[in-house]
């Protein structure tokens, strides 16, 4: 797991963990990694798109903060946070 550079917006650079499962070790197998089986994209990203979505919603006062903070609607973000069950902490 490492960090890379996944966005830049003007002097903001976001760095992210992204762990694909030691995909850059492939055994024998094309579903076994040193790391563990290896996840599809959708799995990933989903997977990507909670951590983030809870990271927001510790730091933030409430969804709509988070949506204007991610540059994305309230309902979007509302509709996330249902499907992946997350609540404010």
Do not use: F, W
Not at 54 to 66: G, L, P, T, V, Y
């Amino acid at each position: 797991m490492g960090y890379k550079l996944i966005k830049e917006h003007y002097d903001e650079v976001v760095y992210a963990k992204m762990d694909v499962a030691g995909a850059n070790n492939l055994k024998e197998s094309p579903e076994e990694t040193e790391a563990g089986p290896i996840r599809s994209l959708k799995e990933i990203m989903n997977a990507y798109e909670k951590e983030i979505l809870a990271d927001m919603m510790r730091k933030c006062q409430n969804a709509s903060e988070a949506a204007r903070l991610l540059k994305i609607n309230k309902s979007t973000i509302s509709r996330k946070l249902a499907r992946y069950n997350i609540k404010k902490k």
